[in-house]
């Protein structure tokens, strides 16, 4: 499975970004994908996750502006991160993730909310 992100960027604090993660390869032994992110100094956390049954689950620091989704196709499948009224402290490398058979990560994309 190889997992590629993008979407990412900088944008001032209460915009918006959308991200994106396409998954190719043995994609049939993805079950649950997810975002994960990693501030400067700081671990990798949970951002949110969605389950093959679409059932989602969000950190609570996201919950409320950020949306997760999928779209499952014949060869791609693919995962999106709707980011709404983003904040300085979500400023942070983004990565996608996919479990199944794996897991595998995608290569991150960086997120920065400055003005």
Do not use: H
């Amino acid at each position: 499975v190889q997992l590629q992100a993008s979407g990412g960027g900088l944008v001032q604090p209460g915009g918006s970004l959308r991200l994106s993660c396409a998954a190719s390869g043995s994609i049939f032994s993805i079950n649950t994908m997810g975002w994960y992110r990693q501030a400067p100094g700081k671990q990798r956390e949970l951002v949110a996750t969605i389950t093959s049954g679409y059932s989602r689950n969000y950190a609570d620091s996201v919950k409320g502006r950020f949306i997760i989704s999928r779209d499952n196709s014949k060869n791609t499948m693919y995962l999106y991160l709707q980011m709404n009224s983003l904040k300085p402290e979500d400023t942070a490398v983004y990565y996608c993730k996919a479990s199944g058979s794996g897991p595998y990560w995608g290569q991150g994309t960086l997120v920065t909310v400055s003005s």
